[in-house]
């Protein structure tokens, strides 16, 4: 059993960043970690890391039992968000993350806001084959969704490319779904509103390139609570089907 300080033990910035990146992401990727490994691996005393633990705990961001720290996937990503916050590198921390706990989490958050999610769309079109890593559909809505890896560069020329891909993936399945109505899963639908998002980890230098939102995961909720309101503000296909 592991003896927690008391509250007034010191901490800092640095040693808070060391512990999210280096191991409590490290150490439950598949669910559970050690705080002795945690603090013997990220060198930082067992004292302050009891603390840090302890206070995000209090937080929701992670769970302790006993001497073993238990994260979930929408938690591993709330501390990896938490490491950069704290000065970490985004691609170090980033490789703690698997891709299916980035876009698990995307899909929860939708689903929790009524919307039924399908995982990697992929459909035909003009002889071309193309994938969308989320499709979310809520009546009259159809958000397609891609899920950008975060990367050095995410902020600049990169998230451009990215939205003007995007933006053509989600302009051809709107040509094409009248095609493909019931794989989509707009048959019983009178009309259906194709919309392109881009997903990242942190926010882009822009919250909008070309009229195509560019949303961090952390936002995502607030983004399609109010995504009717400012449809006519951001780019957007509208399919007749009857």
Same mark, same amino acid.
């Given at each position: /059993?592991?003896?927690?300080?008391? &509250?007034?033990?010191?901490?800092?910035? *640095?040693?808070?960043?060391?512990?999210?990146?280096?191991?409590?992401?490290?150490?439950?990727?598949? !669910?559970?970690? %050690?705080?002795?490994?945690?603090?013997?691996?990220?060198?930082?005393?067992?004292?302050?890391?009891?603390?840090?633990?302890?206070?995000?705990?209090?937080?929701?961001?992670?769970?302790?039992? !006993?001497?073993?720290?238990?994260?979930?996937?929408?938690? $591993?990503?709330?501390?990896?968000?938490?490491? =950069?916050?704290?000065?970490? %590198? =985004?691609? $170090?921390?980033?490789?703690?993350?698997?891709?299916?706990?980035?876009?698990?989490?995307?899909?929860?958050?939708?689903? /929790?806001?009524?919307?039924?999610?399908?995982?990697?769309? +992929?459909?035909?079109?003009?002889?071309?084959?193309?994938?969308?890593?989320?499709?979310?559909?809520?009546?009259?809505?159809?958000?397609?969704? %891609?899920?950008?890896?975060?990367?050095?560069?995410?902020? !600049?020329?990169?998230? +451009? &490319?990215?939205?003007?891909?995007?933006?053509? +993936?989600?302009?051809?399945?709107?040509?094409?779904?009248? *095609? /493909?109505?019931?794989?989509?899963?707009?048959?019983?639908?009178?009309?259906?509103?194709?919309?392109? =998002?881009?997903?990242?980890?942190?926010?882009?230098? *822009?919250?909008?390139?070309?009229?195509?939102?560019?949303?961090?995961?952390?936002?995502? !909720?607030?983004?399609?609570?109010?995504?009717?309101?400012?449809?006519?503000?951001? %780019?957007?296909?509208?399919?007749?089907?009857?």
């Amino acid at each position: /059993m592991i003896r927690r300080p008391p &509250r007034s033990t010191p901490s800092n910035s *640095s040693a808070a960043s060391d512990v999210y990146k280096r191991q409590t992401l490290n150490l439950t990727r598949n !669910g559970l970690g %050690d705080i002795r490994e945690i603090s013997r691996d990220a060198r930082v005393p067992l004292q302050i890391v009891c603390q840090i633990l302890e206070r995000n705990e209090s937080a929701g961001i992670l769970r302790i039992a !006993g001497a073993k720290v238990i994260a979930s996937s929408e938690q $591993r990503l709330r501390i990896a968000i938490k490491a =950069v916050d704290l000065g970490a %590198d =985004v691609e $170090r921390v980033c490789r703690y993350l698997s891709w299916e706990e980035f876009e698990d989490v995307s899909a929860l958050a939708l689903e /929790m806001n009524g919307f039924e999610v399908k995982k990697h769309f +992929r459909f035909s079109w003009n002889g071309r084959k193309f994938e969308i890593d989320l499709l979310a559909l809520k009546k009259p809505f159809v958000i397609c969704i %891609d899920c950008k890896q975060w990367r050095r560069g995410w902020r !600049g020329i990169a998230s +451009r &490319r990215a939205v003007e891909k995007q933006v053509q +993936r989600t302009r051809i399945l709107a040509e094409a779904s009248l *095609s /493909m109505i019931e794989r989509i899963g707009i048959d019983d639908w009178n009309q259906a509103c194709f919309v392109p =998002v881009i997903l990242s980890l942190l926010p882009s230098a *822009s919250r909008l390139y070309r009229s195509t939102p560019i949303v961090p995961i952390i936002q995502l !909720g607030s983004f399609i609570q109010a995504m009717p309101a400012y449809i006519d503000e951001i %780019d957007h296909y509208w399919v007749f089907i009857r």
